[in-house]
């Protein structure tokens, strides 16, 4: 299985960034997907995370109005816009998945999560 994430890199504040999440090799659907940080010294963030059907979403309270998640299920891939970018966003951003339907609180803490990406950097200079 892998969660290939990408589309990181440097921008400004006030800047936007699409992050870029491919999952494989997973012999069923997933059940929930989503986006978490770590910034250094910092704990794990749940930034967003959809249902597979769209019909739960999840932003924390720090992106929302600014970023906004979507998916592909064709395609197996999902999306993270980052609009109006601040210092504070940045971190080593994150995809995982949830394949045995975790509740949703433990979804969005990223505990409920059963597959992890490698991560990309988003660094946001003031």
């Known amino acids: 299985v892998q969660l290939q994430a990408s589309g990181g890199g440097l921008v400004q504040a006030g800047g936007s960034l699409r992050l870029s999440c491919v999952v494989s090799?997973?012999?069923?659907?997933?059940?929930?997907i989503g986006w978490f940080r770590q910034a250094p010294g910092k704990e794990r963030e749940g930034v967003s995370c959809?249902?597979?059907?769209?019909?739960?979403?999840y932003y924390a309270n720090s992106v929302k109005g600014r970023f906004t998640i979507s998916r592909d299920n064709a395609k197996n891939t999902v999306y993270l816009q980052m609009n109006s970018l601040k210092p504070e966003d940045t971190a080593v951003y994150y995809c995982?998945?949830?394949?045995?339907?975790?509740?949703?609180?433990?979804?969005?803490?990223?505990?409920?999560?059963?597959?992890w990406g490698k991560g990309t950097q988003v660094t946001v200079s003031s």
């Open positions: 995982a998945a949830d394949t045995r339907r975790s509740v949703w609180s433990s979804v969005i803490s990223g505990y409920g999560m059963d597959y």
């Open positions: 090799g997973l012999t069923s659907d997933y059940y929930a």
């Open positions: 959809t249902s597979r059907s769209g019909g739960s979403i």
